[in-house]
């Protein structure tokens, strides 16, 4: 058995567990991996990495595709959109 992350989404967002794995999950798991999936622009999905490089080439793919944004432009367009207000997104996107 080894430990591996649960990620659930609800009304409050995205949680993350970690779980013990037994063999029987991680080949209901590994049934479901398609190779070479190749998710269109529309499709949300979420790539897990284990090395910050390819994260960051993931990101920068991402963004220059127009499908990622930085906090700090997600925070300008809610402001202008109204959705919050220029103190709580300076708040948080001030490090």
């Known amino acids: 058995m080894f430990k591996g ?3 659930t989404k609800d009304e409050s967002g995205y949680k993350a567990a970690v779980q013990q794995i037994d063999d029987a999950v991680l080949a209901t798991l590994n049934s479901r991996y398609v190779a070479h999936f190749q998710p269109t622009a529309e499709e949300p999905y979420i790539t897990l990495t ?3 490089a390819s994260a960051q080439e993931i990101n920068r793919a991402a963004k220059q595709a127009g499908r ?3 906090l700090k432009e997600d ?3 809610k402001v202008l ?3 919050t207000t220029l103190e709580e997104a300076a708040s948080a996107v001030m490090v």
């Open 75 to 77: 925070a300008v367009i």
């Open 68 to 70: 990622l944004r930085s």
């Open 81 to 83: 959109n109204g959705v």
């Open 5 to 7: 992350i649960l990620i």
């Open 50 to 52: 284990a090395h910050n």
